[in-house]
């Protein structure tokens, strides 16, 4: 079974840029999350889907954060425009279905440096 | 508010040591408790994980058990190698929405 899939691995912009990370979870999962991981903390949840519907963004920065998911599958996540302490590394993750126990998997994420 | 507090980092080991990594949690209920790792260049992949109190999570021969009545779910494994080198991260889903809340990760340096 495929993982999920993030891309691109690696991105470098200078501040006031936009930029785009792109997520295809595992086939047949129909949650997807969007993590922010900052150097030496933990991943904190951006957003969350419910197949295309948004369930949890209560921590998404929504002034130059946005994220859709078309079709309930695929998912990008935009910053515009970039800020320093957006330099982290983003992180997506699905699990089959909405119940509170389920297994989160993860990609190996993008790294996004900000200038 | 919600939050775990793990051990700080870097740990050192040589192979063939025991290892204990402590976690502590924070939470409302008794949520389902998670042990994440994440080895060089690579995701996050699910370690272990334990459901409802007194529960032994293992893997890979690590361990953890679920102690409601000091709040921790410690990591554990008698052995280590140089492959175990990685960051572990404690973890636990909050509330109804299924989120993750994450520690600050432990990393753990095993040398031969």
């Known amino acids: 079974e495929a993982g999920v899939a993030q891309s691109p691995r690696y991105k470098i912009i200078e501040k006031r840029q936009s930029v785009a990370f792109w997520c295809n979870p595992i086939?047949?999962?129909?949650?997807l999350y969007w993590y922010q991981q900052i150097l030496g903390q933990g991943p904190k949840l951006l957003i969350q889907?419910?197949?295309?519907?948004?369930?949890?963004d209560s921590q998404l920065p929504k002034d130059r954060f946005s994220a859709e998911r078309l079709k309930g599958v695929d998912s990008t996540l935009k910053i515009q425009p970039a800020k320093l302490e957006d330099s982290a590394v983003y992180l997506c993750?699905?699990?089959?279905?909405?119940?509170?126990?389920?297994?989160?998997?993860f990609g190996a994420g993008t790294r996004l440096s900000v200038l | 508010g919600d939050s775990v507090t793990q051990m700080e980092g870097p740990v050192t080991l040589s192979e063939e040591a025991f290892l204990t990594i402590n976690c502590t949690y924070t939470?409302?209920?008794?949520?389902?408790l998670f042990w994440y790792v994440q080895y060089p260049g690579e995701g996050l992949q699910l370690l272990l994980k334990a459901t409802k109190a007194d529960d032994k999570g293992s893997n890979k021969g690590f361990e953890a058990t679920y102690r409601k009545e000091t709040t921790s779910f410690h990591l554990e494994k008698g052995s280590v190698q140089v492959s175990d080198s990685a960051v572990y991260f404690c973890a636990f889903l909050s509330g109804g929405y299924n989120k993750l809340i994450f520690g600050a990760g432990t990393r753990l340096a095993v040398h031969p």
């Open positions: 993750a699905s699990s089959p279905v909405w119940l509170a126990k389920n297994i989160q998997y």
């Open positions: 889907f419910q197949n295309n519907g948004v369930v949890d």
């Open positions: 086939s047949g999962h129909a949650t």
């Open positions: 939470a409302t209920g008794y949520p389902s």
